[in-house]
């Protein structure tokens, strides 16, 4: 059965893995946001499988290839 977790729930995960761990929640958050990793949406709540996650940080993705979110208002060209 698939570890389906929330963006804190994925962390605390590889946390237990590894304590000293230089991964962070805004990172991961990243990764749900842009697409990279698969998500199943719950009412409010964004799971995602926490293997698979941990699986594409550790193919060797960088944080330059993560295509940056545009949120909020931004300009319209007409």
Do not use: C, W
Not at 10 to 38: C, M, W, Y
């Amino acid at each position: 059965m698939k570890r389906m977790r929330i963006a804190p729930g994925v962390l605390a995960i590889i946390k237990e893995t590894d304590p000293d761990t230089k991964i962070t929640l805004h990172f991961i958050r990243r990764l749900i946001k842009s697409g990279n990793v698969p998500v199943v949406r719950v009412g409010r709540k964004v799971l995602v499988d926490a293997d698979m996650l941990i699986d594409y940080i550790t193919s060797g993705n960088t944080v330059e290839e993560i295509e940056p979110v545009v949120q909020g208002i931004r300009k319209v060209k007409v």
